[in-house]
């Protein structure tokens, strides 16, 4: 069973910074796409960002030139940084992978809140 476990949310003040990172067990990390989807409060889940296997990211245009994924497939790690942020970008955030568009493996959620 692949189990995906994010690093603990955190409070961010608006325009702060803050890095979430996922870790994915297994020997196959390589061979995943991994995405980061969010929920807030009262409404559906959202994706995030991508990184497919060859690095290629794809952004939500809500974060797109404020938020960063990457991925280490040596450490099977995918991270999230997220600048410059506002209260849109509170939530629970998801790490999710899998291959391709078949994406079944979920992280447990973490809580990011942005507040001053």
């Known amino acids: 069973q692949v189990q995906l476990m994010e690093s603990a949310g955190g409070l961010v003040p608006p325009g702060g910074s803050y890095q979430l990172a996922c870790a994915v067990s297994?020997?196959?990390?390589?061979?995943?796409?991994m995405a980061w989807y969010r929920q807030a409060p009262g409404r559906q889940r959202e994706l995030v960002a991508t990184?497919?296997?060859?690095?290629?990211?794809t952004y939500a245009d809500s974060v797109k030139g404020r938020f960063t994924i990457s991925r280490d497939n040596a450490r099977s790690k995918v991270t999230l940084q997220m600048n410059n942020v506002n209260v849109d970008d509170a939530g629970v955030y998801f790490c999710?992978?899998?291959?391709?568009?078949?994406?079944?493996?979920w992280g447990q959620g973490t809580q990011v809140t942005v507040s001053s």
């Open positions: 990184v497919d296997t060859t690095g290629s990211a």
């Open positions: 297994g020997n196959r990390f390589a061979l995943y796409t």
């Open positions: 999710n992978g899998g291959i391709g568009s078949v994406r079944p493996y």
